[in-house]
């Protein structure tokens, strides 16, 4: 079945520090690719996505690439402040599943002054 | 405009008893998803409705269910409790007739079960 795989948190960053958080997937046909970001007491965002290989979704600063070739969609920024802490998912949606996701275990990234 | 709404926000109940959870969805959306959130097992897809119709199922137990009714407001409901049902449950709306649109999740309805 379709899984995702993400990098083990925490992440502790310094404000201004670049971020890279590795997402990679395994899924039969051609599914869409989605990072999500939850905040403290709140539910899930959508942050970017990206539906076919070799996309870029970005957002807020934040960029992923759709690699087909090495099943991966890492999430990078150049720059992170405080306020990007929270917990980041990597999640696939498969072909013909509707509004199934399915989520990788999420990564706490924490961002210090 | 209002966002998704889930009902209570918290709750606790003790192992055996049933729950009832709420989600209304925004205003003009058609789909509705449920989540289960917990620590070890992450997020997972429950099941999801559209037009007052189960339109996909994740992997869970019969104890776990759930309806839509015609104002597109859905409701999910797990009988007989367990310890590991404790958890938050999401619940996410989309404007999507077919395939897939953006969910939107509200923010959790956190069951503890004792």
């Known amino acids: 079945g379709d899984s995702v795989t993400q990098m083990e948190g925490p992440v502790t960053l310094s404000e201004e520090a670049f971020l890279t958080i590795n997402c990679t997937y395994t899924?039969?046909?051609?599914?869409?690719l989605f990072w999500y970001v939850q905040y403290p007491g709140e539910g899930l965002q959508l942050l970017l996505k990206a539906t076919k290989a070799d996309d870029k979704g970005s957002n807020k600063g934040f960029e992923a690439t759709y690699r087909k070739e090495t099943t991966s969609f890492h999430l990078e920024k150049g720059s992170v402040q405080v306020s990007d802490s929270a917990v980041y998912f990597c999640?696939?949606?498969?072909?013909?599943?509707?509004?199934?996701?399915?989520f990788g275990t999420g990564t706490r990234l924490q961002v210090t002054l | 405009k209002a966002g998704v709404t889930q009902t209570p926000r918290y709750l606790i109940k003790t192992r055996g008893q049933q729950v009832t959870l709420s989600c209304s969805p925004i205003s003009g959306h058609r789909s509705v998803s449920w989540y289960q959130q917990t620590p070890g097992q992450g997020l997972q897809f429950l099941f999801e409705?559209?037009?007052?119709?189960?339109?996909n199922k994740g992997n869970f137990p019969g104890r776990f269910s759930g309806r839509q009714f015609s104002n597109s407001r859905s409701e999910m409901n797990v009988s007989t409790l367990e310890l590991g049902d404790s958890a938050l449950y999401l619940c996410a709306s989309s404007l999507a007739v077919t395939g897939f649109g953006e969910l939107f999740f509200g923010e959790g309805s956190r069951l503890t079960v004792l």
């Open positions: 409705y559209f037009s007052e119709t189960q339109r």
């Open positions: 899924a039969t046909g051609y599914p869409s």
């Open positions: 999640a696939l949606r498969n072909t013909g599943t509707a509004s199934k996701l399915t």
